[in-house]
């Protein structure tokens, strides 16, 4: 059953059916394909198609046929050079862009769901299940990169820490070295690792690991604490084969952040 908000791409999908230069309304992320995970947090993503890259400009640049939502949006900016983001009274939330259907085959997107298309369309609108979905695996996709690259983050981090560069060293430990991790869990023989969003890899994570697949909350300790970050995911890559050389690296730069900070 679909989530009560779907239904409001259903209005839209009336008003755009009396638009002679709509060809499509497709639903992407929770309201495409896997609609069952939509709920009261999710935002409306979508695509609208149309006819010629004229129309595309006039709906890009006038707006005003967002009020098929119910409403005009009390907030909407330009995200991208197809789409836009919009906020409603009521807390619904867009993200949608708008694609002549020439453009269609060459957009990277997966999961989408056809909320309505023009009987005319025809072969006009390309078939989704033979779509272009997100890149594949390029050759540096592999355990051994993702591990190394891992403990490099950690290393680089620990030194923009012992240099006073915070907030920068925050990102390659907290940020840079846990994605490379996700990476390592995702490429994982035990596929272990269900609903895996294939644009976006931290989404789910919580819900869709096995618990103890991965210390987040240790990994992700924050602003003040990005030794004890880097020693939980030291700790981890320890069970990746690193290389001593590496790990010993790494370890010495976390004796010494550990002395140079006030709490050490």
């Known amino acids: 059953m679909l989530h009560p908000t779907l239904a409001r791409l259903d209005d839209l999908a009336a008003h755009l059916a009396r638009d002679p230069d709509a060809v499509a309304l497709l639903g992407l992320g929770s309201a495409g394909v896997e609609h069952d995970r939509f709920d009261d947090h999710s935002d409306l993503d979508f695509f609208v198609v149309v006819a010629t890259e004229r129309a595309k400009r006039r709906m890009l640049d006038d707006v005003g046929w967002l009020a098929a939502f119910g409403d005009d949006p009390v907030w909407s900016f330009v995200n991208s050079p197809d789409g836009r983001k919009a906020l409603y009274a009521d807390g619904l939330f867009l993200e949608y862009a708008v694609f002549a259907a020439a453009e269609l085959p060459g957009i990277r997107f997966a999961g989408a769901r056809t909320v309505w298309s023009r009987p005319s369309a025809g072969q006009d609108l390309v078939d989704l299940d033979d779509h272009l979905g997100p890149p594949g695996p390029g050759p540096l996709d592999t355990v051994a990169f993702h591990r190394d690259e891992a403990l490099s983050n950690l290393y680089v981090g620990l030194h923009r820490e012992l240099r006073g560069e915070r907030l920068s060293a925050t990102r390659f430990v907290q940020v840079h070295a846990v994605d490379h991790c996700l990476a390592l ?17 931290t989404r789910r994570v919580e819900r869709s690991l096995p618990i103890g697949a991965f210390p987040l909350a240790a990994a992700v300790a924050g602003y003040d604490r990005n030794a004890d970050a880097a020693q939980a995911v030291l700790d981890w890559l320890r069970g990746h084969d690193p290389a001593p050389a590496a790990v010993a690296a790494v370890t010495d730069l976390l004796d010494r952040a550990r002395e140079a900070s006030p709490q050490g």
């Open 185 to 201: 869990l995702r490429l994982a023989p035990d596929g272990a690792w269900r609903q895996q969003d294939p644009f976006e890899p």
